[in-house]
């Protein structure tokens, strides 16, 4: 199966650099990257050195429920153009593990679907939550900090 690592939406992300509330009702907190452990999830590469950048609360979910999740990510403060949809894994995907789990349409978990792993099983783990047609996309998730990284959805199927 093709899969597709899916950046935050352009929209959503220019509102936040032009300082809209984060999911809590708070402004963006702006600060300065020093090269480490800062992952933009919009262009979906590490926020360079010397650098601004945000941290806000994130909830990536068109409904909201029990299980619309609240997390923090980092974005470029200054626009960035937006990571293409791809089935290569993203460069901010460095960091030790994360939590790779299935949604279904009414963005409610499916339980069962998640699991922590290494970067290099994500996109084969994706894949194979993705044949089970419950599963309508996956969030890929920090295992530390429960920080939304990136959705996965099936990727484009060809018709030669």
């Known amino acids: 199966m093709s899969i597709q690592f899916v950046a935050m939406p352009t929209a959503d992300v220019r509102t936040y650099q032009d300082g809209a509330p984060d999911a809590y009702g708070n402004p963006p907190e702006r600060h300065i990257s020093d090269g480490n ?24 979910f068109s409904i909201i429920n029990p299980y619309s999740e609240t997390g923090p990510v980092f974005l470029c403060a200054e626009p960035c153009d937006r990571a ?27 339980y069962g ?8 099983a994500i996109a084969s ?34 018709s030669a």
């Open 37 to 60: 452990g800062v992952p933009c999830r919009h262009c979906l590469s590490p926020v360079g050195a010397g650098k601004p950048y945000l941290t806000l609360a994130y909830r990536p």
């Open 125 to 158: 783990h994706a894949a194979s939550l993705l044949h089970n047609r419950d599963v309508a996309y996956v969030h890929v998730r920090s295992s530390e900090n429960n920080c939304f990284s990136c959705r996965i959805e099936r990727g484009q199927i060809d």
């Open 113 to 120: 679907t998640g699991k922590v792993m290494r970067p290099a």
């Open 84 to 110: 293409a949809e791809s089935e290569r894994l993203p460069a901010s995907l460095y960091g030790a593990a994360y939590i790779v789990r299935g949604y279904d349409a009414k963005d409610r978990i499916i």
